[in-house]
C-alpha cells in the first residue's frame, strides 16, 4: 500500500490534533485513506493500527461500525439517497430506482450484507442513506461529495451528465 | 492502621442493611440474600452495564427543607423511589439508598429483556455445551416469561469460529455481554477481542491477522454466561450436570491456582478455576487448565512390576516392596541415592525423608523445573510443590544443585542404587545406559518412560487427581489437594507405598490415615502447628514466617 | 416538489438565522467582521468567565440539539475550582430525521458558530475544544476548517486570545455516517476512536467524566450561536423573548406534506401548529387533510390531527386550569408540546396528511432505528430490529392478530430500560403510532398472511 508523502504529512498533521489520545485519529486517518484508495483495505487496517499503536481489532470495530466506511470500492461515481422519512414521502424510493435505471445498476434483490449497488462497467454505484439533514427539500441525494436537493426523477439523467 | 471504612443504611425490599462505602449495589443486595440476576457484570471486570438484566427500583432518601432526610414511623429516612429502573452493577450504596429486587417493575423488567434476549437466540440447547450451568437458561425459568411471541426469522451470525487454537465462538448465541473482550483488555494484557458490525448485526470476532492464543484464553470460556465461548478441548465431550466436581489444586507450576476438577467415573474431563482472591483471583492459565489429559491415558502404568533377570514381571504389591527394600539392604548408605520430587505432596514428601534417614543416604534431592514466567499466574518455578520439598528437607535452596554430583556418582559406578520418585531421571541428567548398570533402580511413576523401563521394582502410583495431600505455593500458601477419581488398575498413593516401604527396611509402626500424616508433620514442623489437612479449608492457609530449606531433623 | 423557500417569512425573527440566505452574504471572515463580527467575542473576553455563565442562566436558553436541557444548568455542573483539563464539544452530528437548521449554519455562518463556540469555552474554560460534523457534510467540515484558519490569523483561536492570557485550540472531527453519535457521550466515544457506544449515567456524567474522562460540555450548533446572542443583548433580554421557561427563538424544521416546507426562526411558542402549518408553511396540498404530525423530529410521539387534547395551564395565581385544544391551538414551545404528549425535540416538524399510510410511515420510521441502534444494550438491539421486522410484515401482508398489542409492549419493554435516549427515541415513535392509529395496525394485522416476515429491505410509499 502506497502511500503518498503529501498523504502521509497530511496524516501526521491530523495525529497532532488529538494531543491527548493518539487513538482519536482512527476515524479521521479512515477517512483520509478512503478518500485517497476509494475504500478501506485490510491493509489500511493494520496500517492505520501500527501507526496509532493500536490493536488491529479496534481499527476493524469501527470500519465495520460506520456505514460510510466501506471495505470494498465504491463506484467511479458514488451515490447517496435518503430514504428517511421525510424523502420517502417525497418519492425518495422511486428516485433510487431512477437513478439505477440511469446508472445502469442492477438491484440484487435482498441481499443486505453489502448495502450498496454498482453498475457492470464500474462508474457508478448507490446506496441508500439515512437522514441528510435537509428534509425541507426533499428528497435529497449526494453525488460523490455534491449536495442536491428537491432533486425530481426528470432531473436524474441531466445529474448524471455531470458524473462521466 | 487506616481508618476504618463507614458503614451505610441501606434499605432492600424494606429491610434496613448496613454496608461498608464502597459495596456495589449488586452486591449488597447479594449479601443481604437477595441475588439480582446479570450476565454483563463480573465483579473482577469493568462493568458496562449493558445486558440490563440487573435492572432495580432504586430511591433515595426524600430531603426535608432543611437539607435533612425526613423520617418515617419507623426513625428511618422516608424514601423517594425513582419512577425509572436503575442498573444495580454499576453504583456503590449510598447513605439511605433503597432497593426494591422483586417489585412488579423489577419482574416485568427481567420479563422484558429476558425476551429479548431470546428472540434472535438459536434453539442450541440440545447440542450446546454451557447446557446445565447455562445462565439463560437457568434466569429465563425463574425469571423470564416462559413462552415466546417472537415470529420473524433470527439473525443469522457465524457459528463455529475458531477464534484460537483453544476456543471456539458460536456468534449467534453471543449476547453481546463483552465479558470477553473486558477480561482479554483488562486481565490478560492482550486486547485481541471486539464487536464488529451494528446494532442486532454486532457480533464478536478477533481481527483476521489476530488469533486468540493468550495462555489465559480459556477463561473467557468460564466467564461467558451462555455457550458462544466454548472450550476446543472440552466441546462435545460430557454433560456438564454428569460431571463430579472436586475442589481441587493446579500442579503445573508453584502458583497453585486453586480449581475444580470436573470427573465422571473416573474418567477427568476438565479443570476450571476455582475464586481464591490470595493466589489466582477467579482464572488459571490454559497451560495449567489443559496439562490433565496424561491422567487418562491408557499407557498408565497400572500393574507393580519387579526385574527378573533381565524381563520384567507382574507382582503383588508386597512382593514389589519386599523386593525393594532387599535390594536396598544391600547397600552403603554412601552407595545410595533418593530423587525425590517437586511435584509431590508434604506427605509423600514426608515419607520419602523418612525414606532418605532410614537408608541414611547423603545422596538426595529433587529435579528443578523452570519455564517462562508470565506477569500473570505462571510461575517460572514449574513444580507446584518445591517449597515443600525445602520445607521438609529433600532439598536445599538450590533445589537440583546436588543432582549432577549423583548423576556422576551412577556414572562412575560408586552409587548402586537409586530411588526415583515421580521422575524421569534420564531427563535430569543421568544416562540410560548408566541406570541399566545400577543394581537397584525403584521407581515410583504413574507413566512409562525411559526410567520406568529400567526399573528393577516398579511401583505405580498416583497422579494428582486421585490422591489427597497438601502442597505449599511460591508464596508459602498451604494448599490441599482432594481426590477426584480412583488410581486405575492396582496403582496406589506414594505415600502408603513410600509408608509400606519403610516398614520393610525400619520394622516401624506405620501410620494408616493421611489426616495422621499430616499430624505427625505438624508435630514436626513449626510452620504446621496448629494445622491439620481439614483446617487448612478450601481456600489453604498463609504459613506464617519464611518457607525456606532449613533442613528440619525429622525421627522415623 | 415544493420550492424551495429562501426568504424569511413576516413572522420570522430572524437572529441565528440572520446570515442565511442574506443577500450579498459570504462566510469568509472579512464579511463576518463588517457586519460586527466577532464584537461579542470581544466583550465576552473582558467579562470574567463566571459572569457568563450568569447570562446563559439568566437568559433560560435550552439546548436545541433534542433533549431541551437548560444549558445554563449544564455549564453549572463543572466544578468550580476543577483541576482537569475541561473541553467543550460542539455537536454538529445533525440527524434527527426532520431536523435541518445546523447545515445552513455551518454551510452558510460557520463564523457565528465558531464566535459563540470560543465565547463558550471561555466561559467554562476549555482549552480545546471539537466540532463533531457529520461524515455526510464533508463540504461543511472543510468551511469549518477554513474558517478556523481565518480566526486563527485574527487571534481568535489559537495562544493568547487578543491578549487575554485564554488559549484555546479547536479542531473538526468528522464523523461517518452514526445517528449514535449525536448522543453526547456516544459522540465522546466516537472522538475517543471507540465504537460509539453512550456511556452509563451514572457514573459518566460528562461534566464530570466525559471525553478523556474529563469534564467536558457537549452543546448543540444553535445552542452555541445562542450564547452570542446571549452575550450581545444579556441575559435578561433573551429571556424576554419567546415565552416564561421557553425563551429565546429556535428554528423549526418544517417538512413533509406542506406546500412551504422549509426552515423558520421564530420566537419560542411564538406560533401554535395551526399558525405554523396553514400561515407559514402555506398550508397542506391541494384537496387534502392534515392527519398526523410529529412535532419534534422522528423521536417524537406522533400527534393525530384529529384529537383533542387536554393541558392544564398554571395560571399567574397558583391556580391550574384544565383546556381542552385541537392540534392547530399546541404552542410550538417546550413546555406546551411535553403538555399533549410529545416534544419540542429538536424542532423538526414532519407533516403527513391523509393519503399517509400511518402504518407505511412508521415502518420507515422502525427501518432508521433498526438501522441505527449501535447494538451495545439488550432492549434496543434485539427489540429496534423486531419492530421494524413486525411493521414490514404487516406491511407485506403478513400480519398476525397479535401484532398491534406486540408491537406496543415490546416498545414499552425498552423505553426506560436503556443505556441512553435512543431507547426512548425508536420506542416513542411505535408506542404512539400504535395508539393513536390502532385502526390502521389491526386492519394489516387482520390480514392473516404469511406469518413469518422475508427479509425486505425497501418499501415504496
Known amino acids: 500500500m502506497e502511500i503518498p508523502q503529501e498523504l502521509a504529512d497530511h496524516i501526521d498533521e491530523v495525529i497532532t490534533h488529538y494531543p491527548v489520545s493518539k487513538r482519536s485519529a482512527t476515524l479521521p486517518l479512515l477517512h483520509l485513506l478512503q478518500e485517497h484508495f476509494g475504500y478501506i483495505s485490510e491493509e489500511a487496517i493494520t496500517w492505520v493500527a501500527t501507526k496509532l499503536e493500536l490493536e488491529p481489532i479496534n481499527v476493524l470495530e469501527l470500519v465495520t461500525f460506520y456505514p460510510m466506511l466501506r471495505q470494498h470500492p465504491v463506484g467511479k461515481h458514488h451515490i447517496r439517497v435518503c430514504r428517511t422519512l421525510s424523502c420517502a414521502l417525497a418519492g425518495g424510493y422511486p428516485l433510487l430506482d431512477t437513478f439505477c435505471k440511469h446508472a445502469n445498476i442492477e438491484k440484487p434483490s435482498g441481499n443486505h450484507h453489502v448495502h450498496f449497488f454498482k453498475s457492470a462497467d464500474g462508474k457508478y454505484s448507490v446506496e441508500f442513506v439515512e437522514c441528510l439533514a435537509s428534509c425541507g427539500t426533499a428528497p435529497v441525494c449526494m453525488i460523490n461529495d455534491d449536495f442536491y436537493e428537491a432533486v425530481s426523477e426528470e432531473s436524474v439523467p441531466e445529474l448524471l451528465k455531470k458524473y462521466q | 492502621m487506616s481508618d476504618p471504612v463507614p458503614l451505610l443504611n441501606v434499605q432492600i425490599d ?50 426535608g427543607p432543611d437539607r435533612k432526610p425526613e423520617l418515617g414511623p419507623d426513625g428511618k429516612p422516608v424514601i423517594n423511589w425513582m419512577p425509572r429502573p436503575q442498573i444495580s452493577c454499576a453504583q456503590d450504596v449510598a447513605e439511605g439508598m433503597g432497593v426494591r429486587t422483586d417489585s412488579p417493575l423489577v419482574q416485568d423488567c427481567r420479563h422484558g429483556v429476558m425476551e429479548f434476549l431470546l428472540i434472535n437466540h438459536p434453539l442450541d440447547c440440545p447440542i450446546c455445551d454451557q447446557a446445565g450451568e447455562c445462565e439463560l437458561q437457568e434466569f429465563s425459568v425463574q425469571y423470564g416469561t416462559g413462552g415466546s411471541r417472537f415470529r420473524e426469522e433470527k439473525v443469522k451470525k457465524p457459528k463455529h469460529v475458531h477464534l484460537g487454537p483453544r476456543v471456539t465462538l458460536d456468534d449467534e448465541r453471543c449476547i453481546l455481554c463483552s465479558r470477553c473482550i473486558r477480561f482479554m483488555k483488562e486481565v490478560a494484557h492482550d486486547d485481541v477481542l471486539g464487536f464488529a458490525s451494528r446494532g442486532s448485526h454486532s457480533y464478536l470476532t478477533a481481527h483476521p491477522g489476530r488469533v486468540l492464543d493468550s495462555n489465559y484464553s480459556l477463561n473467557t470460556v468460564d466467564i461467558c454466561p451462555v455457550g458462544a465461548l466454548t472450550s476446543s478441548d472440552f466441546r462435545f465431550k460430557m454433560r456438564v450436570w454428569f460431571l463430579k466436581e472436586t475442589k481441587s489444586i493446579c500442579t503445573s507450576c508453584a502458583t497453585g491456582c486453586n480449581t475444580l476438577i470436573g470427573s465422571r467415573q473416573n474418567v477427568l474431563y476438565r479443570q476450571t478455576p476455582r475464586e481464591n482472591d490470595d493466589v489466582n483471583s477467579a482464572w488459571m492459565c490454559d497451560y495449567g487448565r489443559l496439562n490433565f489429559h496424561f491422567v487418562n491415558s491408557t499407557d498408565r502404568l497400572i500393574e507393580p512390576q519387579i526385574r527378573q533377570l533381565s524381563n520384567p514381571e507382574t507382582t503383588s504389591w508386597t512382593a514389589a516392596v519386599s523386593r525393594a527394600a532387599e535390594d536396598l539392604k544391600r547397600f ?225 | 416538489m415544493a420550492a424551495i423557500v429562501r426568504t424569511p417569512h413576516p413572522r420570522e425573527r430572524r437572529m441565528v438565522f440572520k446570515n442565511v440566505d442574506r443577500e450579498g452574504w459570504t462566510i469568509d471572515i472579512d464579511c463576518y467582521l463588517k457586519d460586527g463580527g466577532y464584537e461579542e467575542l470581544k466583550k465576552a473576553l473582558k467579562m470574567q468567565p463566571q459572569e457568563i455563565v450568569s447570562e446563559v442562566k439568566a437568559s433560560g436558553v435550552r439546548g436545541r440539539g433534542g433533549a431541551g436541557f437548560p444549558t445554563g444548568a449544564k455549564w453549572g455542573f463543572i466544578r468550580p475550582g476543577e483541576t482537569k483539563p475541561i473541553y467543550l464539544i460542539c455537536n454538529a452530528d445533525e ?288 427489540g429496534s430490529l423486531w419492530m421494524q421486522k413486525i411493521t414490514t410484515r404487516l406491511l407485506d401482508g403478513g400480519g398476525a392478530d397479535g401484532d398491534p398489542d406486540t408491537l406496543k409492549t415490546v416498545a414499552d419493554n425498552i423505553a426506560g430500560r436503556t443505556i441512553c435516549a435512543f431507547g426512548e427515541a425508536c420506542a416513542w415513535p411505535t408506542q404512539s403510532f400504535v395508539a393513536k392509529f390502532r385502526d390502521e395496525f389491526q386492519a394489516y394485522a387482520s390480514k392473516n398472511g404469511n406469518a413469518t416476515s422475508k427479509p425486505q429491505d425497501k418499501h415504496q410509499g
Open chain 2, 14 to 63: 424494606g429491610v434496613w442493611h448496613q454496608f461498608p462505602k464502597g459495596t456495589r449495589v449488586i452486591e449488597a443486595c447479594a449479601q443481604a440474600g437477595k441475588f439480582v440476576p446479570r450476565y454483563c457484570y463480573h465483579p473482577k471486570l469493568s462493568s458496562p452495564g449493558n445486558c440490563r438484566m440487573c435492572l432495580i427500583e432504586m430511591g433515595m432518601p426524600r430531603m
Open chain 2, 332 to 556: 552403603q548408605p554412601t552407595e545410595i541415592a533418593v530423587i525425590a520430587s517437586g511435584r509431590m505432596t508434604n506427605e509423600e514428601l514426608w515419607f520419602a525423608k523418612k525414606l532418605v534417614d532410614s537408608v541414611k543416604t547423603p545422596n538426595y534431592d529433587i529435579v528443578s523445573r523452570t519455564g517462562p514466567a508470565d506477569d500473570l499466574l505462571l510461575n517460572s518455578i514449574r513444580n507446584p510443590n518445591t517449597k515443600g520439598a525445602q520445607l521438609l528437607g529433600l532439598c536445599s535452596d538450590q533445589p537440583g544443585a546436588k543432582l549432577q554430583q549423583i548423576a556422576d556418582g551412577v556414572s562412575q559406578g560408586h552409587i548402586k542404587a537409586v530411588v526415583a520418585l515421580q521422575e524421569d531421571l534420564t531427563a535430569a541428567g543421568f544416562k540410560a545406559a548408566d541406570l541399566e548398570r545400577l543394581g537397584a533402580l525403584i521407581v515410583m511413576d504413574i507413566l512409562p518412560n525411559e526410567t520406568t523401563k529400567r526399573a528393577t521394582a516398579l511401583l505405580p502410583s498416583a497422579s494428582f487427581a486421585e490422591k489427597r495431600g497438601s502442597m505449599i505455593n511460591v508464596k508459602g500458601r498451604l494448599q490441599r489437594l482432594n481426590r477426584a477419581i480412583q488410581s486405575p488398575g492396582n496403582a496406589r498413593e506414594d505415600w502408603e507405598i513410600l509408608r509400606d516401604l519403610i516398614q520393610q527396611l525400619t520394622g516401624a509402626n506405620g501410620v494408616y490415615l493421611i489426616e495422621d500424616v499430616f499430624k505427625q508433620m505438624a508435630e514436626n514442623v513449626p510452620q504446621f502447628q496448629g494445622l491439620s489437612l481439614s483446617k487448612i479449608g478450601d481456600l489453604g492457609v498463609q504459613l506464617e514466617g519464611a518457607v525456606s530449606a532449613a533442613p528440619v531433623t525429622v525421627s522415623a
Open chain 3, 95 to 382: 440527524a434527527e430525521p426532520g431536523t435541518f437548521k445546523d447545515r445552513y449554519i455551518i454551510h452558510q455562518d460557520p463564523h457565528q458558530l465558531l464566535e459563540g463556540m470560543i465565547i463558550s469555552c471561555y466561559a467554562v474554560n476549555a482549552r480545546l475544544a471539537y466540532i463533531y460534523i457529520r461524515g455526510e457534510f464533508p463540504v461543511g467540515a472543510k468551511i469549518l476548517e477554513r474558517a478556523i484558519q481565518e480566526a486563527k490569523e485574527h487571534g481568535f483561536i489559537g495562544k493568547n486570545i487578543l491578549g487575554t492570557g485564554f488559549d484555546l485550540e479547536i479542531y473538526v472531527h468528522r464523523g461517518a455516517g452514526a445517528y449514535i453519535c449525536g448522543e453526547e457521550t456516544g459522540l465522546i466515544e466516537s472522538i475517543e476512536g471507540k465504537r460509539p457506544y453512550p456511556r452509563i449515567k451514572p457514573p459518566y456524567f460528562p461534566a464530570a467524566l466525559g471525553l478523556y474522562m474529563s469534564p467536558t460540555i457537549v452543546n448543540n450548533v444553535e445552542t452555541l450561536c445562542d450564547v452570542k446572542h446571549i452575550v450581545k443583548m444579556g441575559g435578561a433580554e433573551f429571556a424576554k423573548i419567546g415565552r416564561p421557561n421557553n425563551t429565546g427563538t429556535r428554528i423549526l424544521c418544517v417538512s413533509g406534506d406542506v406546500q412551504k416546507p422549509g426552515y423558520y426562526e421564530l420566537e419560542v411558542g411564538g406560533v401554535t401548529m395551526g399558525e405554523l402549518i396553514y400561515d407559514i408553511c402555506g398550508g397542506l396540498r391541494p384537496g387534502r387533510k392534515l392527519k398526523a404530525v410529529i412535532p419534534g423530529g422522528s423521536s417524537a410521539k406522533v400527534l393525530r390531527a384529529d384529537e383533542r387534547y387536554k393541558i392544564k395551564t398554571k395560571q399567574p395565581d397558583g391556580s391550574t386550569t384544565e383546556e381542552e385544544i385541537g392540534i392547530d391551538d399546541i404552542r410550538m414551545d417546550f413546555d406546551s408540546l411535553a403538555a399533549v404528549g410529545s416534544m419540542a425535540g429538536s424542532g423538526g416538524v414532519i407533516v403527513m396528511d391523509d393519503t399517509r399510510d400511518m402504518v407505511w410511515a412508521l415502518n420507515n420510521i422502525n427501518q432508521f432505528y433498526g438501522h441505527e441502534s449501535c447494538g451495545q444494550c439488550t432492549p434496543c438491539r434485539e
